[in-house]
């Protein structure tokens, strides 16, 4: 029999779950390449706090005058007040809509498919650990009460290595099972917790909300117009939005700079619908929705390459509806995942 | 030496003086992040840390000299959003076959390694606010106090999250003391 120790449990975890200290070499290398992203963002910063000029030159003013008078006699589109007049548009429409209503001991039942790529981390028997990518399908479906408290269940329609670097990292790991085509989850949620945000407590204030994106006081992420772009996508898939917080997200959306219209466009799953786009430094994120119910069909990322121009797609979800419910599945039993896997 | 508090301060002014501030700390976030979402995430996650401690850096609290627990919880709720489910992650790290803690130089280590699936069990029976700040505490070696502040709670709460976890532990860890060496774990 083992003996334990009288370790502290604190230190007992970190020597558990911490990782053996990577390659120096490495590490310094890391570093670097993040001391340069924030090198980059510091001087955006710099660049901005420039005073502005007041005035603009007056062979500038004209040359400017000339062009406007030029661009809007050939008809060329203004991407942003056309990308503003279609969200202030479905704006329109999702404050007229009803949404849901969930009854005691009933739920509300969200479906969608979702792509990307989902990390692996593993420790091999000598306590290294490695870490790989896999490129996956899943089909998502969430069982909300009214209380905030819920099932997800996560099944993968497929599962492949995102490249060959990943596979052989796969096998240097100990080829350990990874989660493959068929394979199910179902957890349950107590309210506040995971991926709920209560949608009915954020802001009708289109000014307040864009406030709040912004400032990452909804869902945190990296600074950005493009970043707050995708939040508003992820927030109008949820079918349970209030129609005033849905109507504040398009008019939030319409107010955010660089958003462009790019008309009629498929999503993922080949259902026709509007399109808007935002073009961030390393992403571009393009939202698609019903023009008819200002439902959000899809959202989408796709790379975009150090030139400027669009790379691949990295990741979509596409919302398949909702309805409401008076059942839930069993979520799995608590504990370690299945046996021999 | 100036305090991180006086170097935010300058950088308000000076958007380069935030670089120091990445000097001192880049490494302890990077670290934490590691042993959260691995090495290929935790670049991501300590990069997009720092820039959003860089544009926020006007909200910092300059009574605080030490920006680490500042930095920390930012890194902390990217983990928690990159996360989605964060049980799975966990059963991901319990599943894999145990290293094999004979091979393991430090005694205590090795210990640890071959209770490692129990640990993990025990983390995902807390509720996800008391697991990320034992996670937090245990792998970021914060104080309750320096808890407290990277999570925005008063630290009786930190103390009380941190109590329920080792209880939750110790439950566990009776558990596999009571399991022969031989058994096939």
Redo the contacts between chains.
Sequence with gaps: ??Q??P?D???????????EE?DPR??RQ??A???T???A??ET??FR?RPARRLVPPIAAAILAIGLVVLIALGLPFGRPAAADELRRLAAIAAGARGPVVGPGEFLLMRSEEFGLQ?????????I?????LTVRLRVETWFAADGSGV?R?RWLSADFASERDRRVWIEA?S??VPEAGDE?V?RF?PG???WIDLSALPTSPGRLLADLR??RI?????GDDQVFLTIGELLARADAPPAVRAALFEAAARLDGVELMGEDADPLGREGVALAIQGTTRRTELIFDPDSARLLAHETYLVRSDGSVGPIFAWTAVQGASVVDSAPEPDP?????PG? | VATDAEIIGRSLEDPRAFGEIFERHGDAVLSYARRRVGPAAAEDITAQAFLIALERRARYDLAFESARPWLLGIAMNLIRHHLRDHAQHLRMLARASAPVAEQVDDPDRADALRMRPWIVEALLELSAHDRETFLLVALADLTYEEAARAIGIPVGTVRSRIHRGRMKLRERLRLFEAIPEETDR
């Design positions: 029999m083992t334990m120790n370790m449990e604190l230190d007992l975890t970190r020597r558990a779950l911490g990782d990577p490495e590490r890391a570093l390449r993040i001391r992203r924030l090198d963002a510091i910063e710099r706090r990390g692996q981390t593993y420790l091999d028997e000598r306590g650990q490695f870490a790989f990518n997800h996560t100990g350990h099972p989850l957890e107590a917790e995971g991926r400032a990452g869902i945190e992420r990296a600074p608590p504990g370690i995942g299945s896997g």
